[in-house]
């Protein structure tokens, strides 16, 4: 089922409205099902898949062997289900990676995203209209008539089939917008939504994954752990992600090239993991050396009118 969305007629990057409603369709969804489905997933992943509860959701990734990501995703379950929530254009690459080894487990992986509509869910209203659509929704994770609602802070996540879903859209009596404004507050968040272009370049650190809870340095082996629990050990790692805003004459996406000010000129300074454009205007998340000063002088390359400042993250780099 296609259900139309159009561009937010307000500055999305600056601003949100009382209520908003965005169509994901830029996300997609793994469903991991058999008797070893999880036990499998939790052999993969950063994160500890025993311990999801049924009213939890979590942050993970799957990485290759050198602890390169190559997938990031919120994982959570619906009964004997275990679900990957992660970018489109990632899926189609990690999925046949998934799958490759889960033919030696009990676990069958598929692709569910044309089975369900992604809507996100945003504002100060929020939180009323969630209730007066599914009533109270205070845990991370609820299971609703027709899909989950997974609760972020003060923003959800409603994963819910084709027939259940015009009759929540229609119910907010706002225009579904399109991924472009639910993206601004991913980025806002700080949130590692990595896509295809950055897939097995960053280990999981340097998008700092560690600090929204999405590694766990206590479960057993899983892939690319070793060069993990060494950078958290050992030390060595020197990148992170930061947030930016700014201007540029350019159009960008997740390819276009980042440059700092150094003493001799400007430098190629990081790469783009996620961004959203409404005019000359720019909202990113970047991986740069983790020693970039908040101050740092940046741009997008080549673009010598383009002006981009480093916004504080909402969430502490510094190991508890």
């Known amino acids: 089922m296609t259900i139309s969305a159009s561009q937010p007629d307000w500055d999305f990057i600056a601003t949100s409205p009382a209520l908003m ?6 996300m997609g969804l793994i469903e991991v099902t058999g008797e070893q489905g999880r036990s499998f997933i939790h052999g993969q992943v950063t994160t500890d898949i025993t311990s999801l509860t049924a009213d939890q959701w979590k942050w993970g990734a799957h990485c290759d062997p050198k602890g390169k990501m190559l997938a990031s995703f919120r994982t959570f379950a619906i009964a004997d289900s275990l679900f990957m929530l992660m970018p489109t254009s990632t899926l189609e690459l990690d999925l ?4 490759k080894y889960a033919v030696f487990s009990k676990a069958e992986l598929a692709d569910v995203s044309n089975q369900y509509q992604m809507i996100g869910v945003a504002g100060s209203e929020a939180q009323a209209f969630i209730t007066q659509q599914f009533g109270d929704i205070t845990a991370a994770l609820t299971i609703v008539d027709g899909g989950a609602v997974l609760r972020d802070g003060e923003r959800f996540i409603v994963i819910i089939t084709d027939e259940k879903a015009p009759a929540l859209i229609n119910a907010s009596q706002q225009t579904l917008v399109d991924a472009s404004a639910w993206q601004a507050l991913e980025i806002k968040a700080g949130y590692p939504n990595i896509d295809a272009s950055h897939s097995g370049q960053y280990v999981a650190q340097m998008c700092n994954l560690q600090a929204i809870d999405g590694i766990s340095f206590n479960k057993g082996c899983y892939m690319g752990q070793e060069t993990i629990a060494r950078m958290k050990y050992r030390g060595g ?53 983790n020693d970039t000063e908040n101050n740092a002088q ?12 480093i916004i504080e993250l909402p969430y502490s780099l510094v190991d508890a």
Do not use: M, W
């Open 237 to 289: 790692n020197k990148r992170a992600l930061y947030i930016l805003s700014g201007t540029t004459s350019q159009t960008i996406n997740t390819d276009t090239q980042l440059e700092i000010a150094l003493e001799d000129g400007f430098r190629r300074g990081g790469n783009i993991i996620e961004c959203v454009q409404q005019g000359d205007k720019v909202l990113l998340t970047a991986v740069l050396p």
């Open 96 to 99: 046949p990676q998934l799958k």
């Open 298 to 309: 940046l741009r997008i390359a080549d673009d010598e009118s383009s002006q981009l400042t």
């Open 21 to 26: 409603l965005s169509r994901l369709s830029h």
